[in-house]
């Protein structure tokens, strides 16, 4: 199965500033079927990002992602307080084997 | 709008049996692929199972691989996760989610549920 390592494991930022959370792959993911997930305290995660760089409905602009490969990125341009959360990558092309990163926990500096 | 509504979880001996549902609606669920995602208490995410849209094909992560069985009834609009010999590392909030291409085999979760907690102990 694929490994998908995040780093950092927490990133302490101030609003307004930009978020680059990582997510390393411990072997190619097919076609980048690479996704993004935001989660909050008590609630279910919320896809982010899919194909690695494509937002999913509704989701703001300042979130983008880049990558293919082994490597992805989850760029947050602009932090605003709502950001502040738990983000997971996960891949989805070495179907059935769906696999997910341990998280980047967001916090407020 | 889409809603997924999870039920069956509760607090189970190790070695028993228990069944998670999953409502649909808002959607055409015949034509989704629907997986169960767990998350134990302050920990990530694991996916679970995987049921293909026509229920013709599932698959397993190894840790749950011959005792959890993953069962869908179109009729209804129902996913269900059949978990036998339970043990305390099942221990954990169940989701349900729903692949966000229909008929394909490599998606994204687009919906998920708002879970059900699942406690393993004596």
């Known amino acids: 199965e694929i490994v998908l390592t995040q780093s950092p494991g927490t990133l302490s930022l101030s609003p307004g500033e930009r978020a680059t959370l990582s997510c390393r792959a411990s072997?190619?993911?097919?076609?980048?079927?690479l996704a993004w997930y935001q989660q909050k305290p008590g609630q279910p995660p919320r896809l982010l990002l899919y194909?690695?760089?494509s937002r999913a409905t509704g989701i703001p602009d300042r979130f983008s992602g880049s990558g293919s490969g082994t490597d992805f990125t989850l760029t947050i341009t602009r932090l605003e307080p709502e950001d502040f959360a738990v983000y997971y990558c996960?891949?989805?092309?070495?179907?059935?084997?769906?696999?997910f990163g341990q998280g980047t926990r967001l916090e407020i500096k | 709008q889409v809603q997924l509504v999870e039920s069956g979880g509760g607090v189970v001996q190790p070695g028993r049996s228990l069944r998670l549902s999953c409502a649909a609606s808002?959607?055409?669920?015949?034509?989704?692929?629907m997986h169960w995602v767990r998350q134990a208490p302050g920990k990530g995410l694991e996916w679970v199972a995987i049921?293909?849209?026509?229920?013709?094909?599932?698959y397993y992560a190894d840790s749950v691989k011959g005792r959890f069985t993953i069962s869908r009834d179109n009729s209804k609009s129902t996913l269900y996760l059949q978990m036998n010999s339970l043990r305390a590392d099942d221990t954990a909030v169940y989701y349900c989610?729903?692949?966000?291409?229909?008929?394909?085999?490599?998606?994204?979760?687009?919906?998920w549920g708002q879970g059900t907690l699942v406690t393993v102990s004596s």
């Open positions: 049921i293909s849209y026509d229920g013709s094909n599932e």
């Open positions: 194909g690695a760089s």
């Open positions: 808002g959607f055409t669920f015949s034509t989704y692929g």
């Open positions: 996960q891949q989805y092309g070495s179907s059935p084997a769906i696999t």
């Open positions: 989610a729903k692949d966000r291409h229909p008929r394909r085999s490599y998606s994204p979760f687009d919906y």
């Open positions: 072997q190619s993911v097919s076609s980048s079927y």
